[in-house]
């Protein structure tokens, strides 16, 4: 028997398509006026909003072998999410752009919008979809620009580590690296191409590894947690650790010494070291917070901020990060210009 082939969004139109995805994306709490008019809008209590945004392009961000179209909506809004609890903020609505070839299956986007709605079910209940756009291109993105509020509080810079904070961090550290390179290493067929059924078994033998690479669940709530407790800076764990956390060093002028060994090192991680250390795309939230007891769970205590020993031309501190006191290797942490370059995009 010939299988049927799959209704295309080519077959169908955008209009039909809309109709399709609209009845599965989150609704937020916060909308005013929702999907269907030229601009959304939505509440701000506070009359402040958070808003980020990030895009996931097929090749250097995901592989459609590897990544369901659930994933893939799923990812797209846990990222996002992530970036807006890291200031303290609670998510209230996501504008999702898709641009995908016209021979694209409805299928797919009925449930990559499937993903956007459990995520933020599961990691920011309230939060959903208020708008975007929907365009043809030869290669698979989605861009999502996210909302957030900050009743309660002021944002949560980089900039505001001193001497003397503590150093934690909420969710997994490393397991998304591990994901990732498992999936390199043996989701690939002989070619070294990203091979569907390869991934499929490694996700039924590692499940916590490669889920954490494909649809990660990032500890949303614990960013307002930690400004309500009095974080001083805190940032979305994306790049790697030491990449990030050389990020607030650098932002507040100070050094953020990290433990390597004993409780709360990396040396003590079951993902490895250099996962820890190296790896990116947890969305795990790190943070600095004056005092260790200032630290609310599910945050743990990871390093402290000492003073800066250098200063610029200009008299300025100069911030980086070391491991139980020595010099942090530079390497490591994700930057897409060079991954593209080198060809493992």
């Not at 028997?1 to 799959?6: C, E, K």
């Not at 958070?50 to 995901?62: E, K, N, R, S, Y």
């Not at 990691?123 to 509020?149: E, N, Q």
């Not at 690479?213 to 500890?219: G, S, T, Y």
């Amino acid at each position: 028997m010939t299988a049927t082939p799959a209704e295309t969004l080519r077959d169908i139109g955008e209009a039909a398509v809309l109709q399709r995805i609209f009845p599965k994306l989150p609704a937020a709490d916060a909308a005013l006026v929702g999907p269907g008019d030229d601009a959304a809008v939505v509440a701000a209590p506070d009359a402040r909003i958070v808003i980020t945004t990030d895009t996931m392009v097929h090749g250097p961000d995901f592989r459609l072998a590897w990544s369901t179209p659930h994933d893939l909506g799923w990812k797209a809004a846990a990222t996002n999410l992530a970036d807006v609890a890291a200031m303290g903020a609670t998510p209230t609505a996501l504008v999702v752009a898709l641009t995908v070839p016209a021979e694209t299956p409805v299928s797919d986007l009925e449930a990559l919008a499937d993903g956007l709605r459990e995520a933020c079910a599961a990691l920011a209940r309230g939060c959903g979809v208020v708008g975007g756009d929907l365009g043809a291109s030869p290669t698979f993105t989605i861009s999502v620009t996210a909302i957030g509020d900050l009743v309660g509080g002021d944002p949560v810079l980089r900039s505001g580590a001193r001497p003397g904070d503590v150093v934690a961090v909420a969710g997994q550290l490393g397991l998304a690296a591990k994901g990732l390179a498992l999936l390199f290493a043996r989701g690939v067929d002989k070619e070294g191409n990203p091979d569907a059924r390869r991934a499929r078994n490694l996700r039924s033998r590692f499940p916590a590894e490669v889920s954490a690479q494909l649809a990660p669940r990032p500890p949303i709530y614990a960013g307002p947690v930690a400004a309500l407790s009095g974080a001083t800076a805190m940032l979305d764990v994306s790049d790697g650790l030491l990449l990030d956390a050389r990020r607030i060093a650098q932002a507040s002028g100070v050094v953020l010494d990290l433990a390597g060994r004993g409780e709360g090192g990396a040396s003590a991680a079951t993902t490895g070291v250099a996962e820890v250390l190296h790896g990116g795309e947890d969305h795990a939230l790190l943070a600095c917070f004056p005092r260790a007891e200032d630290v609310p769970p599910p945050f743990r205590v990871i390093g402290r901020v000492l003073a800066a020993t250098e200063t610029d031309a200009d008299g300025r501190d100069i911030g980086s990060v070391t491991v139980d006191g020595e010099p942090a290797e530079e390497r490591g942490g994700w930057d897409p210009y060079a991954e593209w370059a080198g060809g493992a995009g």
